[in-house]
């Protein structure tokens, strides 16, 4: 399963600026390791933040982001969801809390979970964390989360790697499987 975190995304925190050159690139590579996905059958999940508008719908925050001009439209016309993808809305950092996350992909009968996204060190890492608590073998190709600064991004791939066992190489850097 290909779980995307936050990439749908309006940018309206502090910290916006930083992030939005890194999410653009993470979003071009997360875009290419989708398309390579999608064609061996893998399903992509979008996980993300409902930004406290609790009368949210996924589609809709889809279009509010396309309407957006710079970066939140780039993001979306890079990684626009297929009618086959899956939305879930998550309340906080991680995917699995207060979500049907773990539900769906026990049903999906999932073991393994590419997980790209935003931000590395806040939702990426809380949502691999959950997921390695729950057993889950992890990818979370290095070119496809992106962080407020280089520091933090290189901080939370070490330590997925190392505490979560997480494989970190990039997403050109592993062959693809089902």
């Not at 993470?26 to 390579?36: F, G």
């Not at 996924?58 to 939305?87: H, K, M, N």
């Not at 590395?120 to 959950?130: E, G, H, P, R």
């Amino acid at each position: 399963m290909l779980l995307l975190i936050d990439f749908v995304n309006p940018l309206k925190f502090p910290g916006a600026q930083r992030i939005s050159r890194p999410a653009i690139a993470a979003a071009r590579h997360t875009a290419r390791l989708k398309a390579r996905l999608t064609a061996r059958g893998v399903q992509a999940i979008y996980a993300n933040d409902n930004f406290g508008a609790w009368r949210s719908e996924f589609s809709r925050l889809v279009e509010s982001c396309r309407r957006r001009p710079g970066p939140s439209r780039q993001l979306v016309e890079l990684l626009a969801p297929a009618p086959s993808d899956i939305a879930v809305l998550k309340p906080r950092h991680s995917a699995f809390f207060a979500t049907p996350l773990a539900v769906l992909l026990a049903q999906l009968g999932a073991r393994r979970l590419i997980v790209a996204g935003l931000a590395a060190d806040i939702c990426v890492l809380f949502t691999a964390s959950d997921a390695f608590q729950r057993g889950f073998e992890l990818w979370v190709p290095a070119d496809c989360v992106a962080a407020e600064s280089a520091a933090r991004k290189r901080a939370a791939l070490s330590f997925m790697a190392r505490v979560l066992k997480a494989d970190t190489r990039a997403s050109r850097g592993r062959a693809v499987r089902r």
